[in-house]
């Protein structure tokens, strides 16, 4: 059996293959090197993952491809490789980056330009068998533009600066309730700060067509990627971009104004890339 898994910051998507070719897919907290050590992988498979095998035996999965959040180096890697060789020790195990599960989801093997936007974002050129080119990342603090914590991030910046309008302070105060104190203490303090943040996207999404500070904090974070992400690889004039992640679907309207009006091929919009990566593996 295969075992393949896309991990973000916030959730993980799992899908196991058996040889007929029946799925399992089941969904876990995330899984990100960066802000969880391998004991705290551990406690996701075996109180979320194992759980969802649903009779499965650990000795039957034979491989396990996972992409992953944070897996941009060789010690991040580790985190991970110690986990599941402590979970699943029969399997041969691949950890790879979530970029590259995205560019293998959205691409397959022709060439294009895959990108996240998700909790955090990520961009690549990728030729149809490697990523050629990515454009660094700085993460939820310096960078992330376009993702949900960027997003979070300006909502949090605007209200305790106090240059949201009366109606999101409003709304926003009879949603959440928080105190200025209880948001910098998520934001400086919390575990994991890139996935509070990201947390007030989807509130902010809801009321873009209600609200026009909503409706502006989105364009603005996608604009900010294509401009400061997207624009800089050589051919994003002349391959898709492509796009994974609950933010980039959920505003795909918005994003595909935004490349009309920068003469980019907006290409495939997909939530989640767990069974186009499947496929991918299954064909190999």
């Known amino acids: 059996m295969i075992l393949v898994a896309d991990s973000g910051s916030t959730k993980t998507d799992w899908c196991i293959l058996d040889e007929s070719g029946k799925s399992n897919k089941i969904t876990t907290s995330g899984l990100n090197p960066f802000f969880q050590d391998t004991s705290d ?3 996701v498979m075996e109180e979320e993952l194992i759980p969802g095998l649903n009779g ?4 039957d999965i034979s491989e396990i491809h996972f992409y992953g959040a944070g897996c941009s180096s060789e010690e991040k890697c580790a985190v991970l490789n110690k986990a599941f060789r402590s979970v699943f020790n029969q399997a041969t195990i691949c950890v790879d980056h979530d970029l590259l599960g995205a560019a293998r989801a959205l691409c397959g093997h022709d060439a294009g330009i895959a990108a996240i936007l998700g909790t955090g974002s990520n961009s690549c050129y990728y030729d149809g068998k490697d990523i050629e080119r990515n454009i660094t ?9 376009g993702s949900g914590s960027y997003m979070g991030k300006r909502l949090i910046k605007d209200y305790l600066d106090y240059e949201v309008p009366d109606s999101i302070r409003e709304r926003f105060d009879l949603e959440f309730g928080y105190s200025k104190d209880d948001l910098l203490d998520e934001v ?16 902010i999404i809801a009321l873009k067509h209600e609200e026009s500070y909503a409706m502006q904090v989105i364009q603005d974070s996608l604009l900010d990627f294509l401009n400061k992400h997207i624009c800089k690889y050589e051919q994003h ?3 898709p971009l492509n796009v994974l992640g609950s933010i980039g679907y959920l505003n795909q309207d918005i994003l595909a104004e935004l490349c009309d009006s920068k003469g980019i091929q907006l290409g495939k919009v997909i939530k989640s890339p767990i069974e186009s990566l499947t496929l991918f593996h299954t064909n190999q």
Do not use: H, Q
């Not at 499965?56 to 000795?59: D, F, L």
């Open 41 to 43: 992988c551990i406690k």
């Open 56 to 59: 499965t035996s650990i000795g």
């Open 137 to 145: 990342a700085l993460g939820y603090i310096l960078g992330d533009e």
């Open 188 to 203: 400086y303090m919390g575990d994991l700060p890139n996935r509070f943040l990201a947390s007030f996207a989807k509130w």
């Open 237 to 239: 004039n002349e391959v």
